[in-house]
């Protein structure tokens, strides 16, 4: 492939960056180059070219950025779970802050001064999933890299890497887990990701027991030992909370910015609260294991959790036990449909907090929001592109976007997540 020489407009979700070739060799197509910082100019090699724009690989610098640093990784970037280590921290978090302006501005919604929520940019990964042993390489997914070391991952995560020979890993993928809130004597554990495979990894004694009942309605689901981990959540604020969810399945991965993020949903909760005195309801669309439902206990006076997943639901009851609150183990869409009007009707929730998957709201839950009286929706997401698709529609369904958080919970990658308060 022919090299070219390029120059790096802005970063775009994801990390890459946009560029464009200089000169009269330019197609008019854009390209997208992994490793380049905004402002730079470089040769690159076209490795593929679609209908609108190519896909580029650098090859050198030749104008540096002020904000490219060494990587602090000598993983990097062969390793795929960071691709932007070498630009500062500091402008790193301006950087993805462009990101959300910009998707949001794509979609003609204008939105009030961006907060953000961060931490330290390393030490603060306290999950991740290694296949074989290893974090995958870039590009190569069949090509563990066998780290001894991540610069990102706490210390519960880096001594259980150096003291596990590579040799002896589980072959397979497994999620491992190590933080000093879990309630375990080592503070660490791994599960495979198979459920047949489950066994149990946990050093010393857990201070929590599960019980083995759940309501009927789950029937079908269960809760393992083998595969539950147990921490307590402090928000810097508010009560702390003990939380119990499957290693195998979703929970955040910074648990430090999670608590920054609990703290500002509370303080939102106490403004409603001042103003309307009791709250009757709260309503927790795709809820997962509850660990924001934990939190709207103490608030309001019933709690609607809403998940597909049963089995995270299992977890939920487990959480909620002693709280005024009732479970659906249905899709959003499903509930919209066959729910949603009866619980409007008789008991209207004062705030809808949502945190769908990265294809955001399903159809049916973004419309019956649109078309409810839900004065309060605080929705979280993990992609902004379809949060600001979401946020369209609630917008001209007469909501107003009154703050905006950008959640840093993934230093040192591409990836953000986003907290947009609405009011009706």
């Known amino acids: 492939m022919s090299k070219l020489i390029v120059t790096a407009e802005k970063l775009v979700f994801g990390g890459d960056c946009l560029a464009r070739i200089k000169g009269e060799s330019s197609d008019g197509k854009v390209i997208f ?15 593929a070219s679609k209908k609108n724009f190519h896909r580029g690989k650098l090859v050198s610098i030749l104008v540096p950025s002020s904000h490219r640093v060494a990587p602090p990784c000598s993983y990097y970037p062969e390793c795929g779970g960071c691709n932007l280590l070498h630009v500062s921290s ?28 961060g931490g330290g940019p390393l030490g603060y990964r306290c999950r991740m999933q290694l296949t074989n042993g290893g974090l995958q390489q870039r590009g190569k997914a069949h090509s563990p890299i066998p780290i001894t070391n991540c610069p990102c991952g706490t210390a519960e995560i880096n001594r259980w890497l150096q003291q596990v020979p590579f040799e002896q890993r589980h072959q397979g993928r497994i999620q491992i887990f190590g933080d000093s809130r879990i309630q375990s004597e080592d503070k660490f554990f791994w599960a495979p990701t198979e459920k047949e495979k489950a066994v149990l990894q946990v050093t010393g004694k857990t201070s929590r027991k599960l019980q083995d009942k759940v309501k009927r309605r789950f029937s079908g689901t269960s809760l393992s030992a083998a595969t539950t981990c147990t921490l307590q959540i402090s928000p810097k604020k508010y009560k702390p909370k003990i939380l119990s969810f499957d290693v195998r399945g979703f929970f955040q991965s910074n648990l430090g910015v999670l608590e920054q993020t609990i ?46 997943n049963r089995d ?21 869409e499903r509930w919209a449909r066959e729910f949603g009007t009866k619980v409007m009707e008789s008991n209207l929730p004062e705030l809808a907090f949502v945190d769908p998957p990265r294809s955001g709201m399903e159809g049916a839950v973004r419309n019956f929001l649109a078309q409810g009286a839900i004065p309060h929706i605080a929705y979280l997401s993990c992609d902004p592109a379809t949060q600001a698709r979401d946020c369209k529609t609630l917008v001209q369904a007469g909501y107003t976007i009154t703050r905006v958080f950008l959640l840093d919970f993934y230093p040192n990658t591409g990836h953000l997540e986003t907290l947009v308060f609405l009011e009706k």
């Open 312 to 332: 995270a639901l299992v977890f939920a009851e487990q959480n909620l036990l002693g709280t005024n609150h009732q479970s659906f183990g249905l899709s959003g």
């Open 33 to 47: 180059v992994s490793g380049l910082i905004p402002g730079e100019s470089a040769e690159i090699e076209i490795i």
């Open 263 to 308: 703290d500002v949903l509370l303080d939102y909760l106490q403004e409603i609260k001042s103003k309307r005195g009791r709250l009757s309801h709260a309503l927790d669309i795709y809820s997962g294991a509850g660990t924001m439902s934990v939190f709207l206990a103490d608030y309001f006076d019933l709690v609607s959790l809403v998940e597909h």
């Open 90 to 117: 500091d402008f790193q978090v301006t950087l993805r802050q462009q990101v959300l302006e910009d998707i949001f501005q794509r979609e003609g919604i204008p939105i009030p001064v961006l907060q953000t929520l």
